[in-house]
């Protein structure tokens, strides 16, 4: 018969990263506040590059999704796993490595993408150095889990915790691969895939960031919080259990839905549709069953604000994984993709689903961390009730922009003609809806704000030194039946269900992603067929400059490269893209929203003045443009010493660049670019030799005739 | 040319050698009896208040322990 043990649960971590997720929060809110308002005013952009929605919009996404919600999930990790498992954190210094590191990070994320410094790829802007610094505190996180897992005293590892692990191993596999890129200088990089290749391995990044860094994580925190806060125990333990597995095996098969009607071949579009369709099924059975597990405790959601918020954040759940799959099939992800629908979509999850479960999980947190009562319930109250107001604002203007543009460009009169052949009506349209948007951004973080002084007064008026929570336990035996005395660490270990679960999971998203990423063996051989019989140009050293600027200013947070097989597409823009159109093209530059047009063969479709007069003050060419104006561009100077690395680096990719190419590419960039320059001062423009406007334009003239 | 293909190679045996743990993996978890009760799990994590005692501890010492 054992001993009872007594010990103390690291109530310390949890408080520091409750604190963090608070403060990046506010950041997150106001950067998508100011973007959003960016949208309905374009003058907001001042002209200054730091802050223009290209370069903001990916602080906006990164800040929301790893600082703010990757704090809370920290936090709540940190807080149920020592208790379901009953024993402290593995080790308080890998704890404190963990969170300072990801604090680092956060910061070098808010430091680098003002800049310009981003791979442009979404969801993973982040540069080489930051990539991987972002593994190793990623690791320290997961080897403290499952070196805590490992001296649990409860045998039976509760769902939640298997929720955590798969986030872990799934999280560190597709920022790995996702990321691999080879650099060319200190911060910047590569990335080692190209066109087809890198929209797939992105896109099956980025639909698993969402299902495994937004999802998985916050589900494991639901089916914690939502019974300790109804003290009642989950209404089927089962269905949580079925839950878990079927969400792991079919996730990591959707990708291809961001990808529909593309160049990407068309079985695996219908793979990732079919797998995308079969997740309604487990999510919803999720849904429903946090749900029932507060059904009796209903008087709860009235009095409580934690249930109100943890209740909410479900249903709001079960409102994101509804029309996930809705629109995942092809004819509706043709009117929905490219538009605010996905926007909203996003939304929906990120501020009811992320956000609310966040803000209940808190509320729960914070009077049990300091030892106290809540400030004020009805402050509490206050903020869901506004909070709930912005997301109705934001949503109901957002999905009637979404839907209104998206309906707007597909229109095709009987004649055959585009309903709507000014690609800018449609964005003009949609104008107040942004207004609406934004208001309703203010709104959700007017009740923040409220949380924050909540928060703040909680806190203030608690005993200081709360310190850490002590409880005890019985440690269960490893083996009962057979018990072994000279059972060693590596017999433990074998014994230890973590470890299983852990090759569990890393198989089902290894076999999963095989499948997705399949079509990338087919593709490359196309590509490379197609690229000795076409003779495909990769891009001059001057064109790549110009790519990188595009890179650089987030132009793809706006623009799609990528005109799809649907007839309005076509109508609108030309031909489909290709898969070999893209082929050089490191990072792909498809994206994923149109506020304005797409630009796949938008090169000779104007002359070189058109471009270097739009892009110094859009509003004056195009009528209504809410495109920001990129006057920096004819100040700053192109790089041109750093081209040879380029150049060097993209032939050490396998790009077919002579070894003449690469030592000769300053000086054909110079001589290029002095052509480019005297044509437009010939028009009467003035222009520098070695302005950066020169090698974009290049670039842009380049688009859709790349032979 | 390979356009960076290389790597992707080089993780189909990895993913083909985490396939064969998956089945002695799973044979284990059934196994070690995490899915023989599925109704106590659900019903104990809410018993751990009952052994906090933090509050005393700061009353009695006057500080945190």
Not at chain 1, 105 to 112: C, Q, W
Not at chain 1, 115 to 124: H, I, L, M, S
Not at chain 1, 413 to 437: C, E, H, K, M, N
Not at chain 1, 482 to 495: K, N, V, W
Request: aromatic share 14%.
């Amino acid at each position: 018969m054992q001993q009872v043990e007594r010990f103390k649960y690291d109530d310390g971590i949890v408080r520091k990263f409750t604190i963090a997720t608070l403060a990046w929060a506010l950041v997150a809110f106001l950067a998508g506040i100011y973007i959003a308002f960016e949208m309905a005013y374009y003058k907001l952009n001042f002209g200054v590059p730091y802050i223009t929605f290209g370069r903001l919009r990916p602080l906006h996404t990164n800040a929301a999704v790893f600082a703010f919600a990757g704090n809370a999930i920290f936090a709540g990790i940190y807080y149920s796993m020592q208790r379901v498992l009953k024993t402290r954190l593995f080790s308080d210094k890998i704890s404190k490595f963990h969170f300072w590191g990801w604090q680092l990070i956060i910061v070098s994320a808010a430091l680098t993408l003002p800049f310009g410094f981003t791979q442009g790829k979404e969801y993973a802007e982040l540069e080489w150095p930051i990539d991987i610094a972002i593994t190793v505190v990623w690791v320290a996180f997961g080897y403290n889990m499952i070196r805590t897992i490992l001296q649990r005293r409860v045998k039976h590892i509760y769902v939640a915790v298997w929720f955590y692990i798969a986030t872990f191993v799934t999280v560190a596999v597709l920022h790995v691969v996702n990321s691999l890129s080879i650099p060319f200088s200190l911060i910047k990089s590569y990335p080692v895939y190209a066109g087809v290749s890198d929209a797939l391995v992105q896109w099956w990044y980025g639909h698993n960031a969402v299902a495994f860094f937004l999802t998985t994580p916050f589900l494991g925190l639901m089916y914690y919080f939502i019974p300790k806060s109804v003290n009642r125990p989950v209404y089927s333990y089962r269905l949580s259990v079925v839950h878990f597995w079927t969400l792991v095996f079919i996730y990591i098969w959707a990708g291809p839905h961001h990808l529909l009607n593309t160049a990407v071949p068309d079985w695996a579009q219908t793979v990732g549709m079919a797998f995308s369709v079969m997740l309604w099924i487990p999510s919803w059975g999720g849904m429903i069953n946090g749900l029932l597990t507060i059904r009796g405790a209903w008087d709860k959601v009235r009095t409580e604000p934690v249930v109100k918020f943890l209740a909410v954040a479900t249903i709001f759940y079960g409102m994101a994984t509804f029309e996930g799959p809705l629109l995942a099939i092809k004819s509706v992800s043709e009117i929905g993709h490219y538009t605010d629908w996905i926007i909203a979509h996003v939304h929906s999850g990120a501020l009811g689903w992320n956000g609310f479960l966040s803000f209940g999980m808190i509320y729960y947190l914070v009077p049990k961390l300091w030892n106290t009562e809540l400030y004020s319930k009805r402050l509490a109250n206050v903020h869901f009730w506004v909070g709930t107001l912005g997301i109705l604002l934001y949503l109901i203007a957002i999905y009637t922009a979404g839907i209104t543009q998206g309906l707007m460009l597909r229109e095709v009169s009987d004649a055959g003609r585009l309903a709507y052949p000014d690609f800018v009506s449609s964005v003009t349209r949609i104008i107040p809806l942004y207004w609406i948007r934004g208001v309703g951004g203010l709104c959700y973080l007017g009740g923040f704000i409220v949380m924050l002084y909540n928060v703040r007064m909680t806190v203030k008026l608690a005993a200081k030194n709360p310190g850490d929570t002590e409880d005890e336990a019985v440690p269960y035996q490893a083996k009962e039946s057979t018990a072994d005395p000279h059972g060693g660490f590596s017999h433990r270990i074998l014994e230890a269900a973590p470890m299983v679960l852990t090759v569990l999971v890393v198989v089902a998203i290894g076999t999963g992603s095989l499948i997705s990423l399949a079509p990338m063996f087919a593709s490359s051989s196309i590509v490379e067929a197609n690229y000795k019989a076409q003779m495909l140009k990769p891009y001059t050293a001057l064109e790549l400059a110009g790519r990188d600027i595009y890179v650089r200013e987030g132009c793809y947070t706006c623009h799609s490269q990528m005109i799809r097989k649907t007839v309005s597409d076509v109508l609108r823009f030309g031909n489909p893209s290709t898969i070999e159109e893209s082929v050089f093209d490191r990072p792909f530059q498809w994206g994923s929203r149109r506020i304005g047009p797409d630009l796949a063969r938008v090169g000779s479709k104007y002359p070189d003045l058109w471009h270097y007069r739009h892009m110094m003050n859009p509003q004056e060419v195009v009528n209504g443009s809410i495109m920001p104006s990129y006057g920096w561009l004819f100040k700053d100077k192109i790089d041109y010493a750093i081209l040879n690395k380029k150049l060097d680096v993209m032939k050490s990719l396998g790009v077919p660049y002579s070894e003449n190419d690469v030592e000769t590419a300053e000086d054909r960039a110079r001589s290029d670019a002095a052509k480019i320059a005297e044509g437009l001062r010939a028009d009467g423009a003035q222009v520098k030799d070695d302005s950066e406007i020169l090698a974009l334009i290049s670039y842009l003239q380049r688009l859709g005739g790349a032979k | 040319m390979n356009f960076g293909m290389e790597i992707v190679w080089w993780l189909v045996p990895a993913a083909l050698a985490m396939g064969a743990g998956f089945l002695i993996a799973f044979i284990w978890s059934a196994r070690n009896g995490q899915y023989e009760d599925l109704e106590t799990p659900a019903v104990r994590i809410l018993f751990e208040e009952e052994s906090k005692n933090k509050k005393e501890q700061i009353d009695a010492a006057g500080r945190t322990l």
